[in-house]
């Protein structure tokens, strides 16, 4: 299934930068996805083998009015080859392809108290230079983690927390 999320997902994100909407057919697709993700009637109206693709292409064009013709197109291409229920997985890689044309790296914070602004902006910064990339920073605050940090840079996890320490060190003593 991943497969057929990459061939659709690349598919789209090329028509849109030839035609110079990436931004914009990417916020639509966000849309789009977040409403099929929240509204179990979508699911089940465009997931269910009970509607025939006219009916499905009728409420797809209802919901998606006002939209860019190249995102109906797009749509209206999955529900032909009964490919809705993949359009998360393509939304997930679309925005991955999004994020490496924009040089874009996902960074998220998570301490167990608030840290000031300008450490989290340090922090953001200092992995902006290594990588050479713009960072899309987060924070967050998780008590459980007791102390220090978590970074989640891109798909790559430094665990550097009290809780991760204390897990490691329960561990080495079991097996001594």
Do not use: C
């Not at 057929?4 to 994100?13: E, K, N, T």
């Not at 006002?66 to 009964?82: I, R």
């Not at 994020?99 to 989290?120: F, G, K």
Request: charged share 35%; glycine share 6%.
């Amino acid at each position: 299934m991943e497969e057929i999320a990459q061939v659709y997902s690349r598919s789209l994100f090329e028509v849109a930068q030839e035609q110079d909407k990436l931004d914009a057919l990417r916020e639509e697709l966000g849309q789009f996805a977040d409403a099929l993700a929240s509204e179990r009637n979508l699911q089940v109206f465009f997931f269910s083998p009970y509607f025939s693709t006219e009916e499905k292409k009728d409420g797809l064009r209802k919901t998606v009015e006002g939209a860019d013709e190249t995102l109906v197109n797009f749509l209206e291409l999955l529900v032909e080859k009964h490919r809705m229920p993949a359009l998360l997985r393509i939304r997930r890689q679309f925005d991955e392809l999004w994020e490496d044309e924009n040089r874009l790296l996902p960074v998220q914070v998570t301490s167990a108290i608030e840290l000031e602004d300008e450490t989290v902006r340090q922090i953001g910064d200092a992995i902006g230079q290594q990588t050479g990339r713009r960072i899309e920073l987060k924070s967050e605050v998780d008590p459980d983690i007791l102390g220090g940090i978590v970074l989640r840079v891109g798909n790559s996890i430094l665990d550097a927390s009290i809780r991760n320490r204390l897990e490691q060190l329960r561990k080495q003593v079991a097996r001594a």
